[in-house]
């Protein structure tokens, strides 16, 4: 049976300093040592580790493999790396490669143990992130709720606190930051998980139909009203209904909405017989409710009672770390989806889009996928392949390609002028050439072919 204790695993080729570490941490943890690379890699191999502190300068292998080996494994330790070399290279590359931290020797151990509990509590949070992903990809078979940032991991460490809970809850965030998978989650790690989870977008509804939509109607009661409908809230009893961009209803819904939450029953339009159910309301908005309230545009009671618990979904721009892995993913279903070869996203190209401050968020990055494995069809995307955009660079307008009053040049000389420039700032590259131009690839071969001139600064 595994020790519920912490295991950790000191690797140092100095005899003192790791049976002096050994001996600060073994009251709290199961402390085993190495004195090389060689050694560490038979302990884990032999057994799971959750932190291991290795030296990084040691004879033979360094710590850096130590590193390498540790990623490789199954459950991944956290890496604590340790040096009495303690520059700036040696901490970026070990970071690079995966440790979590870093230290200089003498190691301080009060330092050493905030670092080891910080190391486990995310790894406890990414393996409860991983967890939720495969319930709700066994579930609903998406995977829009995908990465390991701190950001993401600590709502996923809020939806499992509160989904087992009867409360209320508001989902704030930019749009495109996943709030309905959020809603999604809270439903399936909840006791109504069989029942049925139904989405409302309030945005989309004018305020008659969303009253019916949301409570249903009887035979008559409005022109159209042919035959009686049941409501959302009515086809969820037992379930979860998210409310999606809830700070559109108008005050008449407020209103009703609002006794719905009082005492869990209604009527519906055009009958005085009142339906009682049992159903948990999930609500989410990009608006900030709390300034709506003050400029009288939403009824503070009903802010009250819908903000029992507040859930704020991240911005991509805040999960950078992030934005690889959603890549992947989203490379992955489109090009399963269309047939063709995953697109490969060179590294060059993948430091501009973590630069990137995505302003539609996740639904931005997965259009930018899409398109990518659908334009490319495999391949590999660099750098010069991104609209300029991407690389913080504003494509020449097309009023730059034509002539006026402030610009002595001819059309024509514009034209060449701007291609010439292009050419060269593209080093000869034609696609590159072409996407700084906001032009396709074939209209600039034309271009080239009209003025053979041009043709002398290409090199691709």
Known sequence: MRSMVPSVLIVDDEKHTREGLQQALQEHYDVSVAGSADEAFNLMEAQEFEVIITDLRMPGKSGLKVIDKALT???????????????????????????????????????????????????????????????????????????????????????????????????????????????????????????????????????????????????????????????RFEMADSGTVFLDEIGEIGPEIQVKLLRFLETKSFERIGSSKTITVDVRLVAATNRNLEQMVKEGNFREDLFFRLNVIRITTPPLRERVDDIPVLLEHFIKVYSKENGYEPVTIEPGAMRHLQTYPWPGNIRELRNFAENAVVLRRGGKMSEFDLEPKFRGETAPPPSMLTATPSNPYSVEDNEKRLLREALMKARGNRTKAATLLGISRRTLHRKIAQWPELDVLDRG
């Open 73 to 231: 494994l199954p459950n991944k330790p956290a890496v604590l790396m340790m040096t009495a070399y303690g520059n700036i290279e040696s901490a970026v590359e070990a970071m690079k490669r995966g440790a979590v931290d870093f230290l200089t020797k003498p190691v301080q151990i009060d330092r050493l143990e905030i670092l080891i509990q910080r190391a486990l509590k995310t790894k406890t949070l990414e393996v409860e992130v991983k967890q939720l992903h495969e319930r709700l990809d066994e579930k609903f078979n998406v995977g829009g709720i995908v990465g390991h940032s701190l950001k993401l991991a600590e709502v996923i460490e809020r939806v499992k606190l509160v989904a087992p809970s009867k409360a209320t809850i508001l989902i704030e965030g930019e749009t495109g930051t996943g709030k309905e998978l959020i809603a999604q989650a809270i439903h399936q790690a909840s006791p109504r998980a069989q029942a049925p989870f139904v989405p409302v977008h309030c945005a989309a509804l004018p305020a008659t139909l969303l009253e019916s939509e949301l409570f249903g109607h009887e035979r008559g009661s409005f022109t159209g009203a042919t035959e009686r409908r049941e409501g």
